[in-house]
């Protein structure tokens, strides 16, 4: 899930998740995310969300303006680590919320019973829209993926492996075309997960050992 991380002068304010179609950042209290700061207009800018992982910002009208690398932008897409500035606020954008939490001592833990070639992590990765080639990566026991309200699937790491089930949503998930349901299905590697119109391949990865071990 797309993240917002703000801070000023380095100092870390605010961390947001991005689940809603139009998330709206400004001063009054009818926004969703509120800076109460004279430099922050009543209704400064919005992100719209796109599927899983495409969000365009888009200025409101504000008085000094929404930059990106220093330059005033009134729409567009972001791209994963790019850092917005109003004023004296920086917000940083991550396309994938679970990346701040991938370490190796996180992909450690997920290794396989048995993997004798190193340890191993799962990922997906978009393979439709701009977002094409991102990769987010299953770091946690249960990890979720999707829209609220629209499709939100679980993905559990399990001795024998990896499942997924819906969890939430109307708009039903596929697996390889097939459709998943409440019973969660076993993960394998190269299988393509359709969500909420966005295609993703479920990937397995090794990782060698460092030098000296076996």
């Not at 689940?19 to 800018?45: A, E, W």
């Not at 596929?174 to 190269?190: F, H, K, M, R, W």
Request: charged share 20%.
């Amino acid at each position: 899930m797309p993240q917002l991380i703000a801070s000023v002068e380095g100092v870390e304010i605010k961390h947001m998740n991005l689940h809603k179609d139009r998330t709206t950042l400004g001063r009054m209290p009818d926004n969703d995310i509120v800076f109460d700061n004279m430099v922050v207009s009543g209704h400064h800018c919005a992100f719209e969300l796109r599927g899983l992982a495409d969000v365009f910002i888009e200025d409101l009208g504000s008085t000094n303006g929404t930059y990106i690398n220093g330059k005033m932008v009134k729409r567009q897409q972001l791209r994963d680590g790019e850092v917005i500035s109003i004023g004296n606020f920086r917000i940083q954008y991550l396309a994938a919320s679970e990346r701040a939490a991938f370490t190796q001592t996180a992909a450690m833990k997920l290794e396989a019973p048995g993997a004798a070639a190193g340890s191993r992590h799962a990922i997906f990765r978009v393979l439709t829209g701009s977002s094409a080639g991102l990769e987010m990566p299953v770091v946690k026991a249960v990890t979720t993926f999707g829209k609220p309200g629209v499709s939100v699937v679980a993905v559990s790491h399990r001795r024998d492996g990896y499942y997924v089930a819906l969890v939430d949503g109307d708009a039903l998930p596929t697996l390889n075309g097939e459709v998943i349901g409440l019973q969660a299905v076993l993960l394998s590697n190269g299988d393509v997960l359709e969500l909420a119109g966005t295609r993703m391949l479920f990937q397995l990865k090794h990782e060698p050992l460092p030098s000296g071990q076996s």
